[in-house]
């Protein structure tokens, strides 16, 4: 049996009608750039959230870059990121001006350690990212507490978390603001690139609004310079459809990390991931943990199971960072990581068939 690691085709036949249709609006309205699809998504968006503002952009990398930059954080401005994410997250600072500074993660939750957070923090760190990382909240109150103390921002990076819940509050309302992707694999994906930022504050709200949009309000009034990072009708028109859906793929999702966690436990070395009882997860990735990680993946790609491994190399530790010097024991969780996580196949139309496959296969590894 093959069971791939995501399969955008299972869901796009599903929902083939609604998108054939939605796509075919936007060529007959024209409204390829800005215009009534947009702005739809926009409001709904908004909407699922709970949040006045969502200002939609090119992809997740500019939301992040943007909301750094319509803060006024750049040059000689420090900003603190978990060493173990998505390089995004930490290009995104450089290209707006400002230095990385990276923080280990937690063993349990994979996101942001907030024993060690504090001591990150200098006189010109000015911001936090918070990931939550395979889309299982990152500890939004203790990481919140720290930055009141010393009045930094905080922005979420939801890129791996649409939907997700920290303790009953939606992801993306926790912080001053939250940056999403719709990139085509993540749990909302477009048909392209397309990504948001998500805030409260009117202010920044306008000036993210500006800096994606050629730093101007009206057509050819530049009030200064800035860039050209749009979510297109095309992306808003299939997202539209997609986000009437989110909550059932998520609901999925949960379903097949249950499934897994139930009969994984306790199954060689492997500990599966940690959901606090109070959060609400959304699984973008289901990943385990085991000292065997590289045998047992070669294992289920020979029996046609597809695994990913996020990320294989810590972000310090890349050569886009080597000019920082950084050493594995300045990030000993990042670097066990990363010889230790395992990502197994994870989309909500994955059948019973290919869960249980990929369960007793993994079961047959440990047993042999
Ligand atoms: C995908 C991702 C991004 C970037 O999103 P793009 O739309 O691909 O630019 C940022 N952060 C994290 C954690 C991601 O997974």
């Not at 075919?24 to 959230?49: H, K, L, M, P, W």
């Not at 905080?154 to 992707?181: M, R």
């Not at 000019?323 to 059948?351: C, G, I, R, W």
Request: glycine content about 8%; charged content about 25%.
């Amino acid at each position: 049996m093959n069971v791939p690691f995501v399969d955008l085709k299972a869901q796009y036949v599903n929902i083939k009608d609604e998108i054939d249709s939605a796509i075919q609006q936007v060529i007959d309205s024209t409204a390829f750039i800005g215009g009534f699809f947009v702005n739809r998504f926009r409001q709904e968006f908004a909407d699922y959230i709970g949040v006045k503002h969502c200002i939609p952009c090119g992809n997740g990398t500019d939301a992040l870059m943007l909301t750094l930059m319509a803060m006024g954080i750049g040059h000689g401005d420090e900003v603190i990121v978990p060493a173990n994410s998505f390089i995004a997250t930490s290009e995104a600072v450089t290209a707006a001006g400002a230095d990385v500074v990276f923080c280990d993660v937690d063993d349990k939750t994979n996101n942001i350690d907030t024993k060690v957070l504090e001591k990150k923090i200098t006189p010109n760190t000015k911001a936090i990212i918070a990931v939550h990382l395979y889309g299982n909240p990152a500890d939004m109150k203790a990481i919140m507490e720290i930055a009141q103390k010393h009045q930094l921002k905080v922005i979420e990076d939801a890129a791996q978390a649409h939907g997700a819940l920290y303790n009953g509050k939606k992801i993306g309302t926790l912080a001053d603001a939250a940056c999403f992707s719709f990139y085509p694999g993540k749990n909302l994906g477009a048909y392209g690139d397309g990504g948001a930022v998500v805030t409260n504050n009117d202010e920044l709200a306008k000036k993210i609004k500006m800096l994606a949009n050629h730093g101007r309000i009206e057509k050819y009034n530049h009030e200064f310079e800035g860039f050209n990072s749009r979510l297109d009708g095309l992306q808003a028109a299939v997202l539209s459809v997609k986000l009437k859906h989110l909550n059932d793929w998520t609901e999925s999702r949960r379903r097949i990390a249950k499934l897994y966690s139930d009969n994984l436990t306790g199954i060689g070395d492997i500990r599966d991931p940690f959901e606090d009882q109070a959060n609400y997860a959304v699984y973008h990735l289901y990943v385990i943990k085991t000292a065997h990680r590289d045998a047992l993946k070669t294992f289920l790609e020979n029996k046609g199971i597809k695994c990913g491994i996020h990320y294989p190399i810590g972000l310090p530790f890349l050569k886009a960072y080597q000019h920082l010097n950084h050493s594995y024991d300045d990030f000993p969780m990042t670097a066990k990581n990363q010889k230790e996580v395992l990502s197994l196949p994870m989309f909500p139309e994955l059948t019973d068939e290919q869960i249980e496959y990929v369960i007793n296969s993994i079961k047959e590894y440990f047993n042999q």
